[in-house]
């Protein structure tokens, strides 16, 4: 299982950013996927949790209200829609999946992405 994400990039405080993760599968819809966060110093974030069939979510509550997560099963890619960011936001920003558990614990997902930068000034 391969994870890539994109989207990343630098935006004032205020301002959205859109990231994407595919991920080479032939059985995406049967991952759990998440996104996490790490900025340097900090251990590493649960920020957002989609079921397989999208219709459940969870949420850092950090993060509750300001971003969005969901998934395209047809395209093998999930979403994470960052809006009012902060630049507490500031990190890398990881896809992860895994197949049972619906949770945000990073030492329960064993397939991740290369992670994307996140810059909010």
């Not at 110093?41 to 069939?53: L, Y």
Request: proline share 2%; aromatic share 12%; hydrophobic share 30%.
């Amino acid at each position: 299982v391969q994870l890539v994400e994109s989207g990343g990039g630098s935006v004032q405080a205020g301002g959205s950013l859109k990231l994407s993760c595919v991920v080479s599968s032939d059985t995406f819809s049967s991952y759990y996927m998440g996104w996490f966060r790490q900025s340097p110093g900090k251990e590493r974030e649960g920020v957002a949790g989609i079921t397989t069939s999208g219709q459940s979510t969870l949420y850092a509550d950090s993060v509750e209200g300001r971003f969005t997560i969901s998934r395209d099963n047809d395209k093998n890619t999930v979403y994470l829609q960052m809006n009012s960011l902060k630049p507490e936001d500031t990190a890398m920003y990881y896809c992860a999946a895994k197949r049972y558990c619906d949770n945000i614990r990073a030492t329960t997902f064993p397939f991740w992405g290369q992670g994307t930068q996140v810059t909010v000034s």
